[in-house]
């Protein structure tokens, strides 16, 4: 059965920068794309970027491009993001998630295509 563990969070200041791992057991990272999403208190999950398996087609939301990036590395079983200029408002749950078909940009954007997830990593920034 495919696990998938974040970690990496925590309580950092305005500006500051984190790395957030997931790494996935029970399976072969370089079968699945991996997505990451982030859920703030009383708000819906949000996506905010994803890697295919074959590690070249990566995606983001429109309103994290920039200040976040994501890659793999599949001999480590784990998909990082780096999130860097942290603000008060990128205060959530992160979540990543993980999934063995279909991917493209419309397909990684939604939860409902995904088959595995991790319990989340809480993300808070202090402003």
């Known amino acids: 059965q495919v696990q998938l563990v974040e970690s990496g969070g925590g309580l950092v200041q305005n500006g500051d920068s984190l790395r957030l791992s997931c790494v996935l057991s029970?399976?072969?990272?370089?079968?699945?794309?991996v997505g990451w999403f982030r859920q703030a208190p009383g708000k819906e999950r949000d996506f905010i970027s994803g890697?295919?398996?074959?590690?070249?087609?990566?995606y983001y939301s429109d309103a994290m491009k920039g200040r976040f990036t994501i890659y793999r590395e599949n001999a480590k079983n784990t998909v990082y993001l780096q999130m860097n200029s942290l603000k008060p408002e990128d205060t959530a749950v992160y979540y990543c998630?993980?999934?063995?078909?279909?991917?493209?940009?419309?397909?990684?954007?939604?939860?409902?295509?995904?088959?595995?997830w991790g319990q989340g990593t809480q993300v808070t920034v202090s402003s």
């Open positions: 890697v295919h398996r074959d590690g070249i087609s990566i």
């Open positions: 029970g399976g072969t990272l370089s079968g699945y794309s």
């Open positions: 998630a993980a999934t063995p078909g279909w991917y493209i940009r419309s397909y990684a954007m939604k939860i409902d295509n995904y088959d595995y």
